[in-house]
């Protein structure tokens, strides 16, 4: 094969492989992305009006949105860590999940119909509770169907015990309302914690080996 035509391949071979990654890392990219806005409830940034010697706590009255998620109820309650007390998982603030007040909070997302995505968050018992309050509990809904489950863990006064749940989910449609609320609203004045809420799409295995067949496909048509 004379070198000129042997030089041309191999450029092209060095080009599918240059695309190939290119197109691995934007897949990554994708994937890794957080679609969740304020999942771990930073801003905005709380003012404490009230210490109990606990935890510091913001109340807000008024209006039924913060930046990126939507509440129901008559009142919302944030909490900002203290040193060596009651700290958040991820950041500085984090949220409380109770059905007197907050009732539940929610956020909606756009999403690829049949997309798969991993959506997971932490969860810790209010160490006012007892372990077997059925009020340490918290109920999450997809478009308004019920989703998951989970109970409280044993929380202290200096510690809260977070706990981290996942899950992955096939999206249905073009927007997916994560909600959450508490898991027993007989009881109004207490709920469990939530911080660091995250979802970004799984790629898809199919996807990934669909683009590796072209990728071989042209290869060898430019091989020949």
Partial sequence: MPAVLVNNLRRRLNLMKHLALAITLAFSAISSANL?????????????????????????????????????????????????????????????????????????????????????????????????NPDDSLRLYLNGSAFAYVDGSDSTTDDLDWTTYAYVFTASSTSTELRFQDGYTNFPYHGGFLDNVTMVAVPEPATLGVLGLGLVSLIRRRRK
């Fill in 36 to 132: 969740v806005v304020n999942g771990s409830f930073e801003s905005p940034d709380v003012v404490a009006t009230s210490d109990d010697g606990l935890g510091t706590y913001w109340y807000v009255r008024n209006g039924t949105s913060a930046d990126g998620w939507t509440r129901s109820g008559s009142q919302w309650t944030w909490l900002d860590s203290r040193p060596g007390k009651w700290m958040a998982s991820d950041g500085e603030q984090y949220t409380e999940v109770e059905s007197g007040y907050a009732g539940s909070i929610s956020q909606t997302i756009a999403t690829w119909a049949g997309q798969s995505y991993r959506l997971t968050f932490d969860y810790a018992a209010n160490p006012y509770l007892s372990s077997t």
